[in-house]
């Protein structure tokens, strides 16, 4: 009956099981400590970039506030045309001085003119 067994041969199949396993565990622990690296990789990567978009948030609701206060162009155009009345109303005065300014040459002259 007998099967006879080589113990050498098993044992030396035994050991290369062994080994084989142990550098498949060895590779299977290497590629999930990448992977666990590349998440918390990526992880802080996306906290990074939430901060700057909160920051760029921030920024823009700030400038936005600003910019409701401008004036329109409606309001630069009234103001514009007040600045006109404006110029024009001094231009007004300025001839009105003008003519004063005359009026007095004249009253002075006459003055002047009548005590010699």
Not at 8 to 26: D, P, S, Y
Not at 55 to 78: N, Q, S, W, Y
Request: charged share 25%; proline share 1%.
């Amino acid at each position: 009956m007998g099967i006879e067994l080589d113990y050498k041969a098993l044992g030396f199949w035994l050991q290369f099981v062994q080994v084989v396993a142990t550098g498949l565990v060895f590779l299977y622990v290497w590629i999930t400590n990448r992977q666990k690296a590349n998440t918390q990789a990526i992880k802080e990567m996306r906290d990074e970039i939430g901060r700057e978009i909160n920051g760029l948030d921030d920024r823009l609701i700030r400038v936005e506030k600003d910019i409701e206060h401008l004036p329109t162009h409606d309001d630069m155009a009234k103001l514009h045309s007040r600045i006109n009345e404006t110029s024009e109303a001094i231009k007004h005065i300025a001839g009105q001085l003008n003519q004063i300014d005359c009026t007095t040459q004249m009253i002075n002259q006459y003055l002047i003119d009548k005590g010699k």
